[in-house]
């Protein structure tokens, strides 16, 4: 079954660290760029970080940038989003997403994919929420 299976999200403190995961599984992570988006209540989904494929590039939103980092693990098949010096403003549902093309965050940021793949096109976790708060 190809699916992304998301964990580590939980309540923090300000100035606080969470550090999520993604666990694939049906296909392998190497061949695709990855990424991380949010989504608090009443906003639009916003890009946070991605990480391409090949030389492992990686882009930041400018609200994060210099506090969180994305990595990945592709022999373990599991994509990661450590969050540092974390403020109330963090607090959203976080989804992973894999793509063998691109993902894209916006503002002419974006982390190219391989290309081909005998797993999907691409895929999103179910999402898991990460509250910042005293």
């Known amino acids: 079954q190809v699916q ?5 999200g939980g309540l ?12 694939a599984s049906g296909f ?5 760029a990855i990424g991380w988006f949010r989504q608090a209540p009443g906003k639009e989904r916003e890009g946070v970080s991605c990480i391409g494929s090949g030389d492992g590039s990686t882009h930041y939103s400018e609200s994060v940038r210099g506090r ?3 990595s990945r693990d592709n022999a373990n098949n599991t994509m990661y989003l450590q ?3 974390m403020k109330p403003e963090d607090t959203a549902i976080y989804y992973c997403a894999t793509d063998l093309i691109e993902i894209d965050l916006g503002s002419n940021r974006y982390c190219t994919g ?3 793949s005998d797993g999907p096109p ?3 976790g179910q ?8």
């Open 114 to 116: 391989s290309y081909y």
């Open 83 to 85: 969050m540092n010096a």
């Open 4 to 8: 992304l299976v998301e964990s580590g």
């Open 122 to 124: 691409g895929s999103w």
């Open 28 to 32: 392998k992570l190497d061949s695709y």
């Open 127 to 134: 999402g898991t929420q990460v509250t910042v708060s005293s």
């Open 68 to 70: 969180f980092t994305i």
């Open 12 to 23: 923090v403190q300000p100035g606080g660290s969470l550090r999520l995961s993604c666990a």
